[in-house]
């Protein structure tokens, strides 16, 4: 079936001529078509752009040109501007929002030859880890649909897992594609800070926020990742540094390889999670790397930095939404501060609101000191714990989420348990560090990731360790039930 | 550390949140206890430790050359606007 | 009734003479239509991020090495937070703890030509805001973001001025300096050059500063002055009538000549300032501050003290030609047509004459309609005494006018001066032959009747009789 099939395979039959960019966008339009509205992936659908794209591919292909992800389909998470298309950010702050240009992940995708199937459905200005916060919806775990898919990137995860597309764009601030990934069985890459343009990414929070992809493997995401990748000057956040081949990264043996567990990853760890990880353990030992227990002892620290620094930078980033220039305005404001207010106040969703107030508080005269710079010292010990843990292993390895995923309305009531689910992954965000979710495994019935974490720019070293980890096991295959 | 209703009005008056009078104790109690969750922090010693802004510490600002780089786009660009009047925004009056 | 002391501190906002803006590469041309000049960045668009130009840092770099400030090696963007539809990002990014210039002083010359020296505690780099307009909107207002976005020196002097007349004299030293530095266009009435001023009072002799009250916005140095002494009224007055001064921004109207409180700014603002997590520390080298060192123009102070000394001029005078550099350089120029020994003559015009005549035409003094080489062909008929200073001067005139040369005007008009004796002794004799009765009178002792007779010679010469010769002819003739 085409939607089983590798992006190399898809590429292959492409450039044969056995299928057209056309057929295969078709392919998955009708699969979005079908089971697109019980999972509530999407909030965007775009077919008439997604089969002119898709025919303008197949010209270039027939100009000659040969690029790895030349007519292949892509949703976008919808906190990428897409010029001439809604972009909601998953906020009705943005319903009526039609981006007036493209983001940089966007402009370059496009030119590698993808084909957009539309916006992905996305926790609220991607404040949440569960996509239970959207205005259009709780996005559905196409594993059980009851349950959730992780979030913010809910939406992205859902649909590659679904198989609605062989590739879909997520970001990623405290988790928010490595979380999605493992609870819906499939590979998610976060690069490192500043390796990927955010220009023209909804912003949450500056510091933290990076773009990445969904994929149903690592050698599918190496290609997308290599288009996405390098430097932009309209970000100065964007690091100078050239790219390497991430494709012919994955062909670098894995001997001597030096893994190193997160002590304080197994602390508390249920038993059968903590088996999965020990399994893949044992599969990277056979591959000839070695492995020895390391420790981040501020690493616990992490989850309340985040919860400082991320709301102290979306409370700032938010006041551009006022209902003055763009997106939702209140009905007959009668003085301007009851414009901003009720525009706000209706536009906005209630997670959102608590992390504007969370982090207006945290900045606020009397408190900077005690919360934001404080976390800010935090935020170095933690990067300093990450750093000593590098000189004496190559990679971090531990579970991405604590369990599978749970229920839709199991956890929305309260917010700090909500927060603790990000344990896992908020640390590489602080440190701005690359990370990469690949299944390793189920729990009752449900997919659990295990997490792969490297040094600043060692994505070719990552990518590498998880394709081979995938070459050895056959977890990244399995499709949800219904879906194959 | 609790929060009182007065600081979170205060504190929504400040982020310009209106929050009706009903959902005002739900308010109050999550964002006590996050604040509560985050109070954690002050037990990490951190004397001498300098903040971090960004993560990749050592990187500096890139300077961009004086060069005037774009086309007048206000038709497109207000295309989105909620009130427009003569090319300006429209906003009910700001006093001085 | 105490004696007062005034204490007051300015913060200009110089607009950066950029072309393009301090964060995105919208012009800053002014007047353009509205929103013209707004760009996604400007118009703070979601998913947009700001990229720093690199001249505005120069010529932050440029002012703090001329006023002899550190400049830092390092220095942050914060965020400054507040809700403003001018402001569309809902904040501005501006410097706040690590600012780049600090610790500067700046010279200023007094009426009574006392030199005092004033700190400038930091400049900083900002944005500008947006504007509102609000006519022809009823109940409404109207939002241009073409300003938005434009680079800001913010420079904040310590407060070290006693008197309104001290702040002016700062304020226009600081419009001479950036004009001089070209960093600045100093234009008051498009906003290119803003005055806040902080006021406040305290008894002579106390160490603690009063409550001060800021007044915004102020775009004149007349207005600077006029708002500065009403406010220091207003504070003794109250003060004096029990009451206390309240830490307050107010607005000067220029109508009613008073300050009064800005109702927009009523409650006190919390910035929460943080560094902007979207711009990295701007990290200078030696490099880069020698050479904004090596693009340094003469300063103000060292023009005037170079005209003072090689040109023999009073400090007054060197002042006032080394006020912009096209009037320096106007004056040189005039000065080497004619020599070291006539640069007063030059200066005098240049001051006199050229000065009125652009103040009359409206004009600058680079689009002068008579230039330096012109101007110093005219000064020399009047050292070789083609003509006399009288006559030069509606020769000057009509070169203004008619765009030609003085030599030309001086043949056209037969203005040559008189200066053959027997000529100008004829002349006397006829005046004498017919005014007997002054004649009687001089000799009998009316000695101002001299100046009758000189005007008459000169009626009868139209002018042109050297007024050195006609003197002494003169003399000998009434008095023989």
């Known amino acids: 079936m085409l939607h089983n099939l590798s992006i190399g395979e898809l590429a292959e039959r492409l450039n044969s001529r056995q299928i057209s960019s056309v057929e295969l966008t078709r392919h998955f339009l009708s699969r979005i078509d079908r ?10 659908l775009t077919a008439e752009h997604a089969l002119a794209d898709a025919a303008a591919a197949d010209l270039r292909r027939v100009r000659g040109e040969r690029g790895q992800l030349l007519g292949i389909p892509l949703i976008h998470k919808d906190i990428f501007c897409t010029d001439g298309v809604r972009t909601s950010c998953g906020s009705r702050m943005l319903d009526n929002f039609i981006a007036p240009y493209d983001a940089t992940v966007v402009t370059r995708l496009k030119a590698a030859g993808v084909v957009m199937l539309g916006k992905a459905n996305m926790d609220e200005f991607a404040m949440g880890s569960s996509n239970e916060t959207s205005y259009y919806g709780p996005v559905k775990n196409p594993w059980n649909l009851k349950k959730v898919p992780g979030g913010s990137s809910g939406g992205s995860a859902a649909a590659a897992a679904a198989r609605l597309a062989p590739l879909t764009t ?14 819906t069985g499939v590979t998610g890459v976060k690069p490192t800070y500043g390796r990927v343009s955010r220009y023209g990414m909804i912003a949450f929070a500056s510091s933290l926020d990076q773009a990445g992809v969904f994929a149903r493997s690592v050698a599918d995401a190496a290609p997308a990742l290599q288009a996405m990748a390098g430097f932009d000057p309209r970000d100065s956040t964007s690091v100078d540094a050239p790219v390497p081949d991430y494709t012919a990264a994955l062909a670098q043996p894995l001997k001597g390889l030096k893994i190193g567990l997160l002590r304080e990853f197994f602390e508390g760890l249920e038993a059968r999670n903590a088996a999965l990880i020990h399994d893949a353990l044992k599969v990277y030992r056979s591959l000839g790397a070695q492995t020895k227990e390391v420790s981040l002892p501020h690493l616990p620290a992490s989850v309340p930095t985040y919860y400082v620094v991320a709301p102290a930078e979306c409370s700032s980033n938010l006041s551009r939404f006022d209902g003055v220039r763009y997106g939702y305005r209140c009905e007959n404001p009668q003085d301007l501060m009851d414009l901003y207010k009720r525009s706000r106040g209706e536009g906005f969703g209630a997670e959102v609101k608590r992390r504007i107030m969370t982090g207006t508080y945290v900045l606020s005269a009397g408190y900077f000191d005690a919360y934001y710079l404080k976390a800010q010292r935090v935020r170095r010990l933690i990067v300093d714990d990450f750093r000593a843990a590098f000189t004496q292993v190559d990679l971090l390895i531990g579970p991405t989420t604590p369990t599978p995923a ?3 309305g199991a956890k929305i009531d309260d917010p700090v348990t909500m927060y603790l689910n990000d344990i896992y992954t908020i640390g590489a965000n ?5 990370g990469l979710s690949l299944p390793c495994g189920f729990v009752d019935g449900l997919p659990m990731g295990l997490q ?10 990552l990518l590498c360790a998880g394709h081979r980890y995938q070459l050895a096991t056959d977890w990244h295959t399995r499709a949800p039930q219904g879906y194959e | 550390m609790s929060l009182t209703r007065q600081d979170v009005e205060k504190i929504a008056h400040l982020a310009r949140l209106s929050i009706s009078a009903e959902e005002l104790p739900a308010y109050v109690s999550a964002l006590s206890s996050i ?8 037990r990490v010693p951190t004397a001498d430790v300098a903040p971090l802004a960004h993560p990749l510490d050592g990187q500096h600002q890139r300077l961009r050359a004086d060069a005037v780089a774009e086309t007048d786009n206000r038709e497109k660009y207000q295309a989105n606007a909620p009130s427009v009047a003569a090319g300006l925004y429209v906003v009910p009056r700001v006093i001085e | 009734m105490a004696d007062w002391e005034v204490v007051i501190g300015l913060e200009i906002h110089a607009q950066l003479a950029t072309k393009s803006k301090i964060f995105s590469g919208s012009a800053t ?3 353009a239509p509205p929103n013209s000049q707004a760009n996604l960045v400007d118009l703070a668009y979601p998913g947009v991020l700001p990229v720093l130009n690199g001249e505005a840092v120069r010529m932050a770099v440029k002012f703090g090495l001329a006023v002899g400030a550190e400049v830092a090696r390092r220095s942050v963007f914060a965020r400054k937070n507040y809700f403003y539809p001018d402001l569309p990002k809902g904040y501005q990014i501006s410097q706040y703890e690590l600012p780049i210039v600090a610790h500067g002083t700046l010279q200023i010359v007094l009426d009574d030509g006392a030199v005092k020296t004033i700190g400038i505690t930091r400049a900083h780099l900002e944005e500008d805001a947006g504007k509102s307009l609000h006519e022809g909107l009823a109940n409404a207002s109207g939002i241009d973001l073409n300003r938005a976005g434009t680079p800001l020196l913010e420079i904040v002097s310590e407060p070290d001025m006693r008197s309104a007349k001290e702040a002016v004299a700062y304020m226009k030293k600081i419009h001479t300096l950036v004009r001089y530095l070209e960093i600045c266009d100093g234009n008051m009435q498009e906003g290119s050059f803003r005055c806040d001023a902080n006021v406040s009072v305290r008894p002579k002799g106390r160490e603690k500063f009063g409550t001060r009250a800021e007044i915004k916005n102020l775009n004149s140095f007349r207005f600077v002055e006029k708002a500065i002494q009403y406010e220091v ?4 007055e109250l003060i004096e009538s029990g009451g206390s001064v309240v830490q307050e921004t107010r607005l000067y109207d220029s109508d009613k000549h008073e300050t009064r409180p800005m109702r927009s700014k009523e409650e006190a603002n919390d910035y929460r300032y943080f560094p902007d997590p979207d711009l990295l520390p701007v990290e200078l080298d030696q490099k880069f501050i020698d050479t904004v060192r090596g693009t340094l123009p003469e300063l103000p102070d060292q023009k005037a003290a170079r005209f003072a000394k090689d040109f023999a001029l009073s400090p007054y005078d060197a002042g006032v030609l080394s006020a912009s550099r096209e009037l320096g350089a106007y004056f040189e120029a005039t000065a080497a047509g004619l020599g070291a020994d006539h640069a007063k003559l030059a200066a005098n015009w240049v001051m006199g004459e050229v000065s009125s005549a652009l103040n009359r035409d409206n004009l600058d003094i680079g689009a002068s309609r008579v230039s330096p080489q012109q101007l110093s062909a005219l000064l020399l008929r009047i050292v070789d005494e083609t003509i006399s200073g009288k006559i030069a001067k509606e020769v000057f005139e009509a070169m203004w006018s008619q765009q030609k040369s003085a030599d030309a005007i001086i043949e056209a008009q037969g203005l040559k001066q008189i200066t053959d004796s027997g000529a100008i002794e004829g002349v006397i004799d006829a005046v004498i032959a017919a005014n007997p009765k002054q004649l009687a009178d001089y000799r009998s002792g009316k000695d101002k009747l001299f100046g009758f007779f000189v005007g008459q010679v000169m009626k009868a010469t139209g002018g042109k009789a050297n007024p050195a010769q006609l003197n002494e002819l003169l003399k000998a003739k009434l008095s023989s």
């Open chain 1, 35 to 44: 089971f697109g509205p019980a999972l509530n992936a999407l909030i965007t």
């Open chain 1, 170 to 183: 997520g970001t990623d601030t405290g988790g928010s594609i490595r979380q999605p990934a493992a609870l």
């Open chain 1, 406 to 408: 749970f229920d839709i």
């Open chain 1, 430 to 434: 602080l440190a701005g560090l690359p």
């Open chain 1, 452 to 461: 792969l974490i490297g040094p600043h720019f060692s994505e070719d070293r």
């Open chain 2, 35 to 42: 604040v509560n969750f985050v109070d954690d922090l002050s």
């Open chain 3, 29 to 31: 041309a002014y007047g």
């Open chain 3, 233 to 236: 009224a207003r504070q003794v």
